[in-house]
C-alpha cells in the first residue's frame, strides 16, 4: 500500500506563489508517475500537472503551463509543485496521486490508484 502526504497549501495573493510538495511512503517502484489534481467547490476534480519516471516527462493542464513546474526527487519519493502568478480560479483543494505504472495518460483521474488527502490553496484578489 502507498501512502501520499501533501503540505505547502495556504492563502496567497493573486500573483503570488507556493509550493505544494507530497511525499509517498510505502511500495513506489521506480517506473511511476505522479501528480496534482485539483477541485473547486462545484467542480469536478481536474488534472493541473503530472511527471513520469522513468525519462521525467511532464504534462500540464493548459490553464497552468507558463506558471506551474512539477518536479520530483526520487531519492526522497517526493514529487513537488511549485505554483507561481497565482490566480484567484486556481483556488481548490489540491491532492497528489500516483501509480506504480509508468505509461498511460498522465492528467486523467483514473489512471491514478493513490490519492493523498488534498491541501487547500486559496488565492485572494
Known amino acids: 500500500q502507498v501512502q501520499l502526504v501533501e503540505s505547502g497549501g495556504g492563502s496567497v495573493q493573486a500573483g503570488g506563489s507556493l509550493r505544494l510538495s507530497c511525499t509517498a511512503s510505502?511500495?513506489?517502484?521506480?517506473?511511476?508517475?505522479m501528480g496534482w489534481f485539483r477541485q473547486a467547490p462545484g467542480n469536478e476534480r481536474e488534472g493541473v500537472a503530472s511527471?513520469?519516471?522513468?525519462?521525467?516527462?511532464?504534462a500540464y493542464a493548459d490553464s497552468v503551463k507558463g506558471r506551474f513546474t512539477i518536479s520530483q526527487d526520487n531519492a526522497k519519493n517526493t514529487v513537488y509543485l511549485q505554483m507561481n502568478l497565482l490566480k484567484p480560479e486556481d483556488t481548490g483543494m489540491y491532492y497528489c496521486?500516483?501509480?506504480?505504472?509508468?505509461?498511460?495518460?498522465?492528467?486523467?483521474?483514473?489512471?491514478?490508484?493513490?490519492w493523498g488527502q488534498g491541501t487547500q490553496v486559496t488565492v485572494s484578489s
Open positions: 496521486a500516483a501509480t506504480n505504472l509508468a505509461y498511460g495518460p498522465m492528467l486523467i483521474e483514473t489512471e491514478y490508484k493513490y
Open positions: 511527471i513520469r519516471t522513468p525519462g521525467g516527462t511532464t
Open positions: 510505502g511500495y513506489m517502484t521506480s517506473s511511476k508517475r
